[in-house]
């Protein structure tokens, strides 16, 4: 047996070696790929040139310094941020369609972001980024409040996401609200970002949100081996040691912070927290945490930066919200998923 | 240190502040199995998340070694205690090898990798639940019974002084139920381990506790030996057994017994009468059974089915007296039912019993 076994675990690192080198080419790829196509034509060679010298056209090395690269490192690091924490908050409920849009964290973000900027626009006609952060962060954890209740009183694991629909219509009801009333011609952005875009992220952004969200993947990452025990579920956690009731407060700061961020930099976007983490389950054929936490990440960036480049390039020079493109491909894997898990239970 | 290695001193215990069983005083020896009975409901789970504090405790506090439980870490705690318990366990994608090393977690690094020597532990833990061949398997690919051994091999695999298991042996067959348990009493007899249960199957629970906690009501009423807690006075108001019976002696259970006049009377002896008390009961029809010792096997299964039965004293000869007894009532039955008795020097009025039954017409043969 130890031999089988022995056999069985060469087999799951050798998979395991396999989604991450295909998870890291694509990555490269959708790079390069990102970069290359625009509305704006610019030659692979002057590219490379602009790359690793700085030098050529102005305006092309605008157009790749300044719009292209900050908007292929926010689909990266935020795309990975989002599967993060949907991964965390599967794992907080027990319940594999759970993610910060569907149980209405993103909206709750959004709501605060948007009021934040109306205020802010409105008596200090000033607006930090770390600002749009804390607000962010804060509707993120009322939102999870609402949800945490909902959860207690509703056991079923449905009516946990009707709850989180609910809550995640009427954030967005108020958001539409405000901005409808707001004449403040520096919220004609809102709106855009309001359906979700990494259009438009500057230097300054990028910086900031990389600090978080990779912190947070670091923490995360590190706290793989509770949340192993706690996916066995939380009796069996707390009896092989984990102080359970920290922990979930640990989880709930955590995913509600990297929904939070991506939230306040590149509004809310659909499916992506469910659907990744499920692929990448799929792919490597496991849930530890170990190899799914970064693996969800990697995926996520790839997932996003994807997405983005069909929002980009789909209807040229109409952009489309990200959200929709993720939708398209994020709410299928979420139906399958569905299915076979009902269809496996009759 | 005391003598005892676990024990609970005025232990209350409860949901929401709220004092369901109070003063649970118990102490057991290391290697000792602690098996709690009592009827549905009546809070043995109750007692079992709360020595392995998944309850806080309301007052009073369980011990181990001289430890307080309540003032342990969860860390600690892990290293001394492991649990089976009745939910199922979450978790997608996991074989069962992954399930049973799981068990480590208490003494792996920082990031849970496990180092050979945890791996060696692991297939340790599924050799001694005999379940080797299933290390490769979908944990939720396998049937009940293997999942409990899975589960009894996770908690051998944390190398706990102590395993918690609430209602290890529900919804398994009875092969299922002796080999768990055969496991469980080697394993606490071999390594020491203490083991504190609830079960339903009280025969099996009186077979293989060395302490019997009976559960019911506010207050523990009944602790200590199978011996002490298994009289019939104990277990049937224990379990309210109104309807049917249970023997005490073999573990078995009864129906309740045909109601109404006898009509019928078996004349049986040494076993032969066991198949036509069933059938009658089945039947519905009340019976005497008649001339019986007090330890033939018959007896024990006529006191519990019989609307009467006519018995005498062992290794004595009938007496002229239960003998009229039985002739007596024999009068006032339709049919007797001869079901085969050997006739010995003592029990020869058996054989004028039958010869009566005969001249009155009444006999059949079974």
């Known amino acids: ?346 | 240190m005391s003598e005892y290695y676990f024990r609970t001193a005025d232990l209350s215990v409860g949901y929401n502040g709220k004092t369901l069983i109070r003063d649970i005083t118990v102490s057991l020896r290391a290697g000792e199995i602690m098996t709690l009975i009592g009827p549905n409901g009546s809070g043995k789970s109750t007692i079992l998340k709360s020595i392995t504090r998944h309850l806080a405790a309301i007052r009073g506090d369980s011990f181990i070694a001289d430890a307080s439980v309540g003032a342990m870490s969860y860390k600690e705690l892990s290293r001394k205690l492991a649990v089976v318990l009745t939910e199922r366990i979450k978790g997608e994608l996991l074989t069962c090898w992954d399930v049973v090393s799981t068990g480590r977690y208490p003494y792996t690094n920082t990031l849970g990798l496990l180092s050979p020597a945890d791996r060696e532990k692991v297939a340790a833990a599924l050799e001694s639940v005999h379940a080797a061949d299933l290390a490769d398997r979908d944990f939720t690919a396998i049937s009940d019974g293997q999942r409990q051994r899975i589960l009894l091999a996770r908690a051998i695999c944390q190398e706990p002084e102590i395993i918690v298991l609430d209602e290890p042996t529900s919804f398994l067959d009875i092969r299922h139920k002796l080999e768990l348990l055969s496991i469980l009493r080697s394993m606490a007899k071999e390594k020491g381990i203490t083991v504190i249960m609830s079960l339903h199957e009280i025969d099996l629970a009186q077979k293989i506790s060395d302490k019997i906690l009976c559960v019911r009501g506010e207050t523990i009423e009944h602790f200590g030996t199978p011996e002490e807690i298994f009289r019939q006075e104990i277990i049937d108001s224990l379990y309210d057994i109104d309807a049917g019976s249970y023997d005490i002696t073999f573990g078995s259970v009864e129906l309740p017994r045909p109601a109404g006049t006898p009509r019928t009377f078996v004349i049986s002896g040494c076993g032969s009468g066991i198949p036509v008390f069933r059938r009658l009961q089945k039947e519905d029809q009340p019976f005497i059974a008649g001339i019986l010792y007090t330890n033939d096997v018959d007896f024990q299964v006529a006191r519990h089915l019989a609307a009467e039965v006519v018995s005498e004293a062992p290794f004595s000869p009938i007496s002229e007296e239960t003998y009229q007894r039985a002739l007596t009532l024999m009068k006032t039955c339709d049919t007797v039912i001869c079901a085969g008795v050997p006739i010995g020097e003592s029990n020869r009025r058996i054989a004028d019993l039958i010869e009566a039954a005969r001249s009155l017409g009444l006999l059949r043969e079974a």
């Open chain 1, 1 to 346: 047996m130890e031999q089988r076994s022995a056999d069985n675990s060469i087999l799951r690192r050798s998979r395991y070696t396999a989604v991450f080198l295909g998870l890291l080419i694509a990555l490269a790829a959708l790079v390069v790929w990102n970069i290359n196509t625009g509305s704006v034509h610019i030659g692979v060679g002057e590219i490379a040139r602009i790359l690793f010298t700085g030098k050529g056209d102005d305006t092309a090395v605008g157009i790749v310094w300044k719009l292209r690269l900050p908007r292929i490192a926010a689909a990266a690091v935020l795309g990975g941020g989002l599967a993060l924490s949907g991964f965390l908050m599967q794992t907080f409920f027990g319940n594999p369609i759970a993610g910060p849009f569907v149980l209405g964290i993103s909206s709750g973000s959004k709501l605060f972001v948007a009021l934040t900027m109306i205020v802010a626009l409105r008596f200090v006609s000033f607006i930090s980024s770390w600002m749009m952060v804390v607000a962010a962060f804060v509707g993120a954890l009322i939102a999870m409040g609402f949800v945490l209740l909902a959860a207690k009183a509703i056991r079923q694991m449905s009516m946990l996401l009707v709850a989180g629909i609910m809550i995640s219509y009427i954030c967005s009801a108020i958001t539409e609200f405000l901005i409808a009333f707001a004449r403040d011609s520096d919220i004609v952005n809102l709106h855009t970002w309001a359906q979700g875009s990494f259009s438009g992220t500057k230097w300054g952004e990028v910086r900031i949100f990389t600090f978080i969200v990779l912190g947070c993947f670091l923490l995360v990452f590190c706290l793989s081996k509770p949340i192993g025990a706690f996916q066995m579920g939380e009796a069996y956690a707390q009896s092989m040691g984990v102080n359970v009731r920290r922990f979930r407060v640990v989880l709930i700061l955590l995913s509600s912070l990297i929904a939070g961020c991506v939230t306040a930099y590149a509004g809310p976007i659909s499916f992506v927290g469910i659907a990744v983490p499920h692929l990448v389950k799929l792919l490597l054929k496991t849930a530890k945490p170990i190899v799914v936490i970064p693996a969800s990440f990697l995926g996520g960036a790839v997932f996003c930066l994807f997405c983005d480049y069909v929002a980009r390039t789909a209807f040229a020079p109409v952009e489309l919200s990200i959200s929709t493109v993720t939708a398209l491909f994020g709410a299928p894997v979420v139906i399958v998923m569905l299915i076979r898990r009902h269809g496996g239970r009759a």
